[in-house]
């Protein structure tokens, strides 16, 4: 399925859902889009079998959680084994995501956390081992996320709002 493939509904339910999927039940959606909640649970299980919601994340504070170093690691990947190696990289300990960017010579990005630097060391080596270049190290304060606009039911009215 594409987003030409992706009727009012569907934006509504993905939108509403990257807001915070844990509290936001079939019954809010339907509310806000004027169908059934169970119209809603079928098009997410439909949204979830063509693989258009993949997951449903926890954000963790690893600092509370007693893991001070949450780092982002850069390595330069050769790019017939990018995807594998990328893959490879999250069975490592420590590591909680792995994003493959397709330009570029730093072409792995990988977040890891640990307890102390001996976990980053660690983790660093382990990617050496795999087969990729450790170029940069990173800690991270914060992250932040959001909902894509694309999806915004009422990103139209708001455009037109403003002009």
Do not use: W
């Amino acid at each position: 399925m594409t987003l030409e493939g992706l009727d009012d509904l569907d934006r509504t339910i993905l939108y509403m859902l990257q807001g915070d999927a844990r509290r936001t039940s079939s019954g809010d959606i339907a509310d806000v889009a004027g169908v059934s909640a169970s119209t809603v649970r079928n098009r997410i299980e439909r949204l979830e079998r063509e693989n258009i919601i993949q997951e449903y994340d926890a954000t963790v504070g690893y600092e509370e959680a007693g893991y001070q170093l949450h780092t982002l690691i850069v390595c330069t990947a050769p790019v017939p084994s990018r995807e594998e190696l990328a893959a490879k990289a999250l069975d490592i300990p420590g590591v909680v995501r792995v994003t493959e960017i397709m330009t570029g010579d730093e072409n792995v990005h990988v977040i890891a956390v640990g307890s102390d630097s001996d976990d980053l060391s660690r983790i660093g080596r382990d990617l050496n081992d795999l087969g990729m270049e450790v170029a940069d190290e990173d800690l991270i304060r914060n992250e932040y996320t959001g909902q894509f606009s694309g999806f915004d039911p009422d990103a139209d009215a708001l455009e037109t709002d403003d002009q």
